[in-house]
């Protein structure tokens, strides 16, 4: 596939080895549109937030559509006070000079240690390159060029039908650890040529992250940099014809949305499994997600599912104080397709026998009904290793 074919029309990307970090691969990428994109942007909830975040909001606050995004991996620019915003600033300018655009017009990304400040000689060497090389690079390229403990590049793509014509989709995420459903813990970057309003086009994007990016956690962290820039550059001149279009733009960003969301568990940091908690019958949807997160973020769940241990007593437990209300006589539990608690009590199966061969499995399902109510939710979760440990006890150093 050409890198023409692979990409929403109307986009190119970039990528250079700017030396951040990382002595052996790029570091730096660049995401350009052809016309100024509408951007839906969502960041994180952290109330410490990192210098790229700030700016971007403030940029999207003056303009609804924007021409770039310049992601760096290698330092996080979170918590550098005035110098970090100045910096951050300055980078937007270097870029906007060199492509003639508006530093407004393009919106910071940033990953990497909090507290490092961005190594402004090698952005004023490397922000060159970068534009020699744009629409050089592929998806996977870009995808590469912004991980950190990531073990492989995420990239989804999709293209759906519209009256109007053929739109395609296509992301990319960085992620692996720090990662709790609080907005999106991660950086994730979606572009489509649909052609889109602003306030539709937040909406859309609105709704499918909360279903996708915000319904999987690793370890419980929300980080300091966490986004999500989606931009629609229009370039397909096919726009939403009615209220059957509108769907089928829903189910294709969701289905690049949630494909990249598992992707990040499947490579959480030390993870050897991931698990797809599916909450049901709890009195509302809210309630819902309360008990599937006290599930996913347990370390006693994850460290059973990392040691196939079928230990239905931790997931009980963690139902039990997840606040959600329910009687726990009306509770059932099902581990990898077979029901493991009814009626406030394990059920009557041989369970190192029969769970044995099941816990084997890099996916398990672990599925709950409160008896409650209508809510429901489903939650992607990682399970809990030494690796993990050892990964974040010497990520600084």
Same mark, same amino acid.
């Given at each position: ?6 990409? $929403? ?15 052996? @691969? ?70 906007? =000079? ?7 017009? %393009? ?13 402004? #000689? ?39 039908? &519209? ?6 989709? +296509? ?9 709790? $459903? ?12 649909? *052609?889109?309003?602003?306030?539709? +086009? ?15 956690? %690793?370890? =419980?962290?929300?980080? /300091? ?58 009195? *509302? ?26 230990? +239905? ?7 039990? @104080?997840? @606040? ?39 996916? %398990? ?14 939650? &992607?979760?990682? #399970? ?11 990520? @600084? /150093?």
């Amino acid at each position: 596939m050409s890198l023409q074919e692979e990409l $929403p029309r109307g986009f190119s990307l970039a990528t250079a080895r700017a030396g951040f970090k990382y002595q052996d @691969r790029d570091d730096l990428a660049l995401i350009m549109s052809t016309r100024p994109a509408v951007c839906a942007a969502l960041f994180t909830t952290n109330r410490f937030q990192a210098a790229p975040v700030v700016v971007a909001r403030e940029n999207l606050e003056s303009v609804h559509r924007v021409k770039g995004v310049l992601i760096n991996a290698g330092q996080a620019n979170a918590c550098t006070g005035d110098k970090g915003m100045d910096n951050c600033r300055r980078t937007l300018e270097i870029l906007a =000079g060199l492509v003639g655009t508006d530093p407004q017009e %393009i919106l910071p990304a940033s990953t990497g240690v909090i507290g490092d400040h961005l190594k402004m #000689d090698l952005f004023e060497k490397s922000i060159p390159v970068l534009v020699q090389n744009l629409g050089l690079a592929s998806g996977l390229d870009a995808a590469g060029a912004i991980m950190t403990t990531d073990t492989f590049p995420k990239t989804s793509r999709t293209e759906v039908r &519209l009256d109007q014509g053929i739109v395609r989709f +296509w992301g990319m995420t960085k992620g692996a650890g720090m990662i709790c $459903p609080n907005m999106a813990t991660m950086l994730g970057f979606i572009l489509t040529d649909l *052609d889109i309003d602003p306030e539709s +086009w937040s909406e859309i994007v609105s709704g499918v992250v909360d279903r996708t990016f915000n319904a999987l956690t %690793i370890d =419980g962290d929300t980080s /300091t940099n966490d986004c999500v820039f989606a931009l629609a550059g229009g370039e397909s001149n096919a726009a939403i014809s009615g209220p059957g279009d509108r769907d089928l733009v829903i189910r294709a960003l969701e289905r690049v949305c949630q494909d990249l969301a598992y992707q990040i568990v499947r490579d959480a940091e030390g993870g050897t499994k991931v698990l797809n908690i599916e909450v049901r019958g709890a009195k *509302d949807n809210v309630q819902a997600r309360m008990a599937a997160e006290a599930v996913g973020n347990s370390p006693l769940v994850k460290t059973a599912m990392y040691g196939r241990d079928p230990n +239905w007593g931790r997931i009980v437990a963690a139902l039990g @104080r997840s @606040r959600a209300e329910f009687d726990p006589g009306d509770v059932r539990v099902s581990l990898a397709g077979v029901e493991i608690f009814a009626r406030g009590r394990p059920t009557d199966i041989d369970r190192d026998r029969v769970f044995e061969p099941l816990l084997k499995s890099p996916d %398990i399902k672990i599925s709950i009904d409160l008896g409650a109510g209508e809510g429901c939710f489903n939650l &992607l979760a990682s #399970d809990l290793t030494e690796k993990y440990v050892q990964i974040n006890a010497h990520y @600084r /150093t």
